[in-house]
Nanobody, 118 residues
Framework: DVQLQAYGGGLAHPGYSLRLSCTAS????????MTWVRQAPGKEPEWVSS????????YYANSVQGRLTVSRDNGKNTLYLQMNSLKPDDTALYYC???????????WGQGTLVTVSS
């Protein structure tokens, strides 16, 4: 079975950093693009970042560009999201998602909560 397990969320002060991880199992991790999506309380899900299967290309939402960095370690079947200079607007549940060739998210992790507050 395909499984995605996101973790690393928590409470951080504005300006601080967090690193999210997402471990994958049940499929060939290095064959798939991966995506981070977040959902703030009371809001629609928002695409955050995607990375291609080899890790050589990454894409970011304007709201996180320059502060968040996506990466992956295919040897460890793990996706990362380094979050720097956190803002209160970054408060959300963060999900990792397997991304198909046509850009759909066919499997999701359970989400990890990031709360940015002073």
């Amino acid at each position: 079975d395909v499984q995605l397990q996101a973790y690393g969320g928590g409470l951080a002060h504005p300006g601080y950093s967090l690193r999210l991880s997402c471990t994958a199992s049940g499929f060939s991790f290095d064959a798939y693009d991966m995506t981070w999506v977040r959902q703030a309380p009371g809001k629609e899900p928002e695409w955050v970042s995607s990375i291609n299967s080899g890790g050589g290309s990454a894409y970011y939402a304007n709201s996180v560009q320059g502060r968040l960095t996506v990466s992956r370690d295919n040897g460890k079947n793990t996706l990362y999201l380094q979050m720097n200079s956190l803002k209160p607007d970054d408060t959300a549940l963060y999900y990792c998602a397997r991304t198909t060739d046509w850009g759909a998210y066919d499997y999701w992790g359970q989400g990890t909560l990031v709360t940015v507050s002073s």
